[in-house]
């Protein structure tokens, strides 16, 4: 089996981030739920139940199971021995990237683009495997200054001053993206993942599948430069493979995931959200669990071949809605 990429859990718990479908990045992995072995479910009743491939109708939905089958206690991981990696990160121009993002998908065990919006500019990152002896560390420095002092401290500093200036946000883009500078660096993986985020922002997320991601980026530059919205955080683009897990978004289904993101004392985020919805609509997007999106068990139920299935179990579970909330009535029905 693939084993999952972790590089997107955040500050989450285990068991909320695999509860919520969270994925890192790469064609040949499938998101974290998906490295599941087994899990202790305890069920609204009160029974504990260990959760495997012996019940596959149990298994297929708990793992991404968004809180509504029960608590789950603890968690059994596949994993892998520690291993290193090789990162490049690389400015370049979206015409570049866009007919040509397929490839770089598959030519990477990890591959991840940041477009900053109101340019044609983009930041490409791939990181690869490398054998345990290469050690081609990132002068401490360098470190500093792009991941703490650039992404964080200034990044933040800025972004407090251009909630006051909205329109100097999209001129702030040109120019930060133009100031970006390639690097590269061997490490071991959580320090290639693993990198701190001190700005606060709101978030939604769709999975799409692989082949529309170049349309749906080019429909959001179009929004983007017709409305002239004050954007300050880059557009994120990622890659995931297919699973089996009911409520995944990567259930039977090779997804590229589109995230957009908007300062917390940024402009109202609304107006740009919706559009993305809109554009994401048109390829069947699914949304992340854990972030922000409006749709409602209709339309989800047209999207995810097995909700109804989920439903039904979860009725046998929890017929008395011990475990319910505004949003599970909203996402899987009252």
Not at 30 to 43: E, K, N, W
Not at 197 to 225: M, Q
Not at 252 to 274: I, L
Request: charged letters at 25%; proline letters at 7%.
């Amino acid at each position: 089996m693939a084993m999952p990429n972790l590089g997107d859990i955040d500050a989450q718990t285990l068991a909320g981030a695999t509860s919520t479908g969270t994925h890192g990045t790469g064609a040949g992995l499938p998101g974290l739920a998906a490295g599941i072995v087994g899990l202790r479910l305890v069920t609204p009743d009160g029974q504990e139940r260990w959760v495997d491939e012996s019940d596959p109708e149990l298994f297929g939905a708990a793992r991404v199971g968004l809180g509504a089958l029960g608590v789950v206690t603890e968690i059994e991981l596949a994993c892998l021995p520690a291993y290193r990696l090789r990162a490049v990160e690389s400015p370049d121009e979206l015409d570049a990237v866009l007919p040509r993002i397929q490839e770089f998908f598959d030519a990477h065990r990890h591959f991840e683009m940041y477009w900053f919006p109101g340019t044609r500019r983009v930041q490409t990152k791939a990181n690869d495997l490398v054998p345990d002896e290469v050690d081609e560390p990132l002068p401490e420095w360098r470190r500093r200054l792009d991941d703490e002092l650039l992404s964080n401290t200034v990044f933040g500093a800025v972004n407090r001053v251009l909630a006051h200036v909205p329109r100097a946000v999209l001129p702030f883009n040109a120019v930060a993206a133009r100031a970006l500078s390639q690097r590269s660096y061997t490490a071991v993986s959580h320090e290639v993942f693993v990198t701190p985020r001190t700005v606060r922002f709101v978030e939604s997320e769709y999975a799409v599948p692989r082949e529309a991601v170049a349309d749906v980026l080019t429909d959001l530059h179009a929004w983007v430069e017709r409305r002239r919205e004050p954007i300050s955080f880059p557009v994120e683009v990622r890659v995931a493979a297919p699973d089996d897990i009911w409520l995944s978004t990567g259930h039977e289904r090779a997804n590229a995931y589109v995230a957009v993101h908007q300062h917390v004392r940024g402009a109202d985020p609304t107006a740009y959200f919706a559009a993305f919805e809109e554009i994401v609509a048109a390829h069947a997007g699914r949304p992340h669990w854990g972030k922000l999106h409006t749709l409602d068990a209709e339309r989800l139920s047209t999207l995810y071949p097995r909700h109804g299935d989920f439903v039904a179990l979860r009725d046998r579970l929890d017929p008395d809605r011990v475990l319910a909330n505004d949003y599970l009535d909203r996402v899987l029905g009252p």
